[in-house]
């Protein structure tokens, strides 16, 4: 299931806690946590952020960074100038009922794994 569109704009509120596992990851290879505050929380096509090339990721637009990139400070103020201007009509709320349901599935099947 792949959205295609920005889902929102968070500000990280703390700093990261490396020693703290959290439970929620498909993959059990990630560590560390902090915390967020979300700004936006709105679909944007991809196509209004495509133009905002990152020179820190291989000259690649900003629509092909994961997750943590790093986005020099004149790319996020242009990134956040289109969440606030952009007029949305979907969000990823909208799509809670999938992530729950995908949530427990997973659970379920690491519980199967488990007792294997």
């Not at 709105?42 to 000259?59: A, M, Q, V, Y």
């Not at 606030?84 to 794994?113: G, L, N, P, V």
Request: charged residues 35%.
């Amino acid at each position: 299931y792949q959205r295609r569109v920005h889902g929102g704009c968070a500000q990280m509120t703390s700093s990261i806690d490396l020693k703290s596992r959290l439970d929620c990851w498909q993959d059990d290879k990630w560590s560390g946590k902090f915390s967020v505050k979300w700004v936006f929380i709105k679909d944007i096509p991809n196509s209004h952020f495509r133009h905002i090339i990152l020179e820190n990721n291989e000259n690649k637009p900003v629509t092909n960074s994961r997750d943590t990139q790093e986005i020099p400070v004149e790319k996020g103020r242009e990134m956040v100038h289109i969440f606030r201007t952009f007029r949305h009509k979907t969000s990823i709320i909208d799509d809670f009922e999938y992530y729950e349901q995908r949530q427990k599935d997973m659970e379920s099947a690491k519980e199967t794994q488990d007792r294997s």
